[in-house]
């Protein structure tokens, strides 16, 4: 018997440090970690031992004895990725430093943002017994595009967050500030007077535009926008998507365009049971939509999404009601007080009385950060802004990767700031003598 990654991988790499004999691959320390779909698991060097189901934290592995119809191609996919490729020796995890308990004072750390990026930075942080973390979040609610952007539909991918409910003696030295928005409700520089430290992690939100006319009338709203309003988003828990036309159009095929495709042509007593805001469920109950065209800019073996969400999307009983056109970049969305359609290059008018514009998300800047405003990032060397500013996920490389994915970026940006906190450079004159 053999384990097996299956759809709702997060490429944590927990399983990879777990595994006896490095049988999971790719592994953070080897080419194409960060853009991998899935981690694998080889069949010929698997012991059976289970240690990476324990550790998984979104309960995306199974022994193959137990695969369903729906998971059982991941065991070709998973075998499939060792032919002609040689592995490579076990994942070493990062030891903790354990070097601040000789320290007079706690190695005082901010981090802003607490999405995945930020939870794994306290995460790496609280492993070191001498760290105190205050993290900060302009939501009343944790976990980023955890809890507002994954579908929620998507149960087990939620469940990573519950790696983040700390011991009793880190949650001592954890302390989480909601509904407060750095840069309006505190400053930088109060940040650092505060701490030794600042992480910025927190996210790319603003959603990319397409440059094309027609893209403000209403009836066209982003992706972002549509997700935070059936995630129960603060921000959008007002939108009013119109669902009365029996097309939608929704521009980009990555991952989240598949999610709002299949949360709109997906039963609603199926969602009721799930996250899904209660407003949003009796909104889809009343919706006309009897169609959801999926519009990409170039072929089909260019598209975004992962080969994961599309199998899973193939099992979803109103999947026929999705149809996916390639090499159709929009030119406009027309319409005169509301959306009536899309026309696409060569002049096609696709009709619809919604358009969803799903292509991605860009950064904002923080006042008194540095900003590159090419790359909608804050720009750094290793997570290194400057002295004693740092930064971990989607501001820091681009919105790409998956939750794992800010794992290891975490990692690199904790364990350069604890070089510089060893080195002796992240003194605060307002800190010194504190107790």
Not at 146 to 160: E, K, L, Q, Y
Not at 328 to 338: F, H, K, L, M, V
Not at 376 to 386: D, E, K, L, S
């Amino acid at each position: 018997m053999t384990y097996v990654i299956t759809q709702n991988c997060c490429n944590d790499a927990s399983c990879v440090a777990a595994c006896p004999v490095g049988c999971i691959h790719p592994t953070p320390d080897e080419p194409g970690f960060g853009t991998a779909e899935l981690l694998h698991i080889d069949p010929a060097t698997c012991i059976d031992c289970g240690a990476c189901a324990d550790a998984c934290p979104v309960d995306a592995i199974r022994p193959d004895t137990a695969l369903t119809p729906a998971t059982r191609p991941y065991l070709q996919i998973n075998a499939a990725y060792y032919q002609d490729r040689p592995t490579s020796p076990t994942f070493q995890r990062r030891q903790p430093f354990r070097l601040v308990t000789s320290r007079s004072q706690p190695l005082r750390v901010a981090v802003v943002g607490s999405g995945a990026a930020g939870y794994y930075c306290a995460k790496e942080l609280l492993v070191e017994p001498g760290v105190e973390i205050d993290m900060y979040e302009r939501l009343p609610e944790p976990f980023g595009l955890i809890r507002f952007g994954v579908a929620p539909d998507h149960a087990a991918t939620r469940a990573v967050v519950n790696q983040f409910r700390w011991s009793a003696e880190k949650q001592r030295r954890f302390r989480l500030h909601l509904d407060t928005e750095v840069g309006v409700d505190i400053s930088h520089d109060q940040l650092l007077a505060d701490h030794h430290a600042v992480i910025y992690a927190y996210g790319a939100f603003n959603n990319r535009r397409l440059g094309i006319p027609g893209e403000d009338l209403p009836g066209s709203m982003s992706a972002g926008e549509f997700v935070g309003w059936y995630n129960g988003h603060p921000d959008h828990r007002a939108l009013e998507p119109d669902l009365s036309s029996g097309r939608v159009v929704v521009i980009g095929n990555g991952n989240v365009a598949l999610d709002v495709a299949r949360i709109l042509v997906s039963d609603p007593d199926e969602l009721a049971c799930t996250d899904t805001a209660q407003y949003a469920v009796e909104a889809l109950r009343a919706s006309q939509v009897d169609e959801v065209i999926i519009l990409g800019r170039r072929g089909r073996e260019d598209a975004s999404f992962t080969a994961p969400e599309l199998l899973g999307l193939q099992q979803v009983p109103g999947v026929n009601r999705i149809t996916f056109r390639f090499h159709a970049p929009p030119a406009e969305i027309i319409g005169d007080e509301r959306v009536r359609g899309v026309r696409i290059a060569g002049g096609e008018v696709i009709e619809a009385g919604l358009v969803i514009r799903a292509i991605g998300f860009e950064g904002r800047p923080m006042p008194g950060v540095p900003f590159d405003p090419v790359k909608h990032t804050i720009p750094h060397v290793g997570g290194r802004v400057m002295p004693r500013v740092y930064t971990a996920g989607w501001i820091k490389r681009g919105p790409t990767g998956v939750i794992g994915t800010n794992r290891t970026c975490a990692q690199e940006t904790v364990g350069h700031l604890l070089d510089d906190y060893l080195a002796g450079i992240l003194t605060v004159p307002s800190l010194v003598g504190a107790t």
